[in-house]
């Protein structure tokens, strides 16, 4: 098993939009970037 895979930048946007899809999300409350960044997992908090 691989390690964790992390999002910042780019990345995040992109990630973003595949996790909550049509849901859409609030880019304004992530705040990821700073330290290790979020998992896949943290992202899903993101979205409405």
Known sequence: MGRPQYF????LV??????????GYNLTRVQCCHGNGCN??????YCH
């Open 8 to 11: 910042c930048g780019d990345h």
């Open 14 to 23: 992109e990630t973003l939009n595949q996790v909550c899809g049509d849901r």
């Open 40 to 45: 896949i997992y943290d992202l899903q908090n």
